[in-house]
């Protein structure tokens, strides 16, 4: 089938973006413990008032590599994948977002308001595709994937955005 | 006939793996994110190396989707370094 390159190219950018996220956010959350038994008093009182924020970056992220990982049990699970694994991680995402644009910044409720609409018109196609018995047509499969990505990479921007603006606050 | 194997799709994972990963540490080190999104369009061209290479389909019309990639990447730089002379000075 001619898409399957696409498919597969936009497969790869999303584990790579994981990937890297992962690690991260790993390297972030150790760099802070680190600091915080060092006794640089501002970033202390940095991390400290931001303390949960990282905590819930770290969870989101983590998150979002087990999602990840799980979307190979939709074979196994079938329809049912949709209703107990999909809908549930991408109401949990959203939920630490919520929790983080409270940052008052623009460009995170930008990347907020694209990851929801992208989860929702995934979400609805899943459905779709569920009742209509299109199972495994090409161009859903692309579509799909495409959501997908932007899913991916909104939250890659959201978390690295919301970091920056966790060290960098004078910046804002 | 390039044969397939797996450093040739494996590869291209790695290196778009390591540019992200610069990407990321350097948006995180200057708090800006904005220049260095051409590493990230790198790292999707890098990917669809390797994919290209999974179905063998480098040398094809599939390799304008690269061009693209690159393309809009070496724009992006050259915007970059505009508006960061144009703030120099």
Redesign the interface.
């Known amino acids: 089938m001619i898409l399957?390159?696409?498919v597969?190219?936009?497969e790869?950018?999303q584990?790579?973006?994981v990937?890297?996220?992962v690690?991260?956010t790993i390297v972030?959350c150790i760099v802070c413990w680190k600091k915080a038994h060092t006794g640089d008093a501002r970033v202390d009182t940095v991390i400290q008032e931001n303390k949960r924020a990282h905590v819930l970056l770290l969870v989101a992220s983590l998150f979002l590599a087990a999602w990840i990982v799980v979307e190979y049990l939709s074979e196994y699970l079938g329809d049912w994948y949709h209703f107990l694994v999909h809908l549930p991680a991408a109401i949990v995402v959203a939920g630490i977002f919520w929790y983080l644009v409270r940052f008052k910044d623009l460009g995170l409720k930008i990347l907020f308001a694209v990851f929801s609409i992208a989860a929702l018109i995934q979400i609805g196609l899943d459905i779709f595709e569920m009742f209509s018995g299109m199972d495994g047509v090409p161009w859903i499969e692309a579509v799909r994937e495409l959501l997908q990505l932007t899913s991916v990479l909104m939250f890659y921007?959201f978390a690295?955005?919301s970091?920056?603006l966790l060290?960098?606050e004078e910046?804002t | 006939m390039i044969p397939i194997t797996i450093v040739q799709t494996a590869f291209p994972?790695f290196a778009?793996?390591i540019a992200?990963?610069i990407a990321?540490?350097a948006?995180?080190r200057t708090?800006?994110?904005w220049p260095y999104f051409p590493l990230v369009l790198l790292?999707?061209a890098s990917?669809?190396v390797?994919?290209?290479q999974?179905?063998q389909?480098l040398l094809t019309v599939?390799q304008a989707?690269l061009a693209l990639e690159y393309f809009v990447a070496q724009v992006w730089v050259l915007v970059v370094i505009i508006v960061l002379t144009k703030k120099q000075s």
């Open positions: 399957y390159p696409l597969l190219g936009i790869f950018f584990h790579v973006v990937i890297v996220l690690g991260v972030e921007f690295v955005r970091m920056n060290h960098h910046r | 994972f778009a793996i992200l990963w990321t540490l948006m995180r708090g800006i994110m790292a999707a990917c669809s390797a994919a290209l999974y179905y389909l599939w989707l």
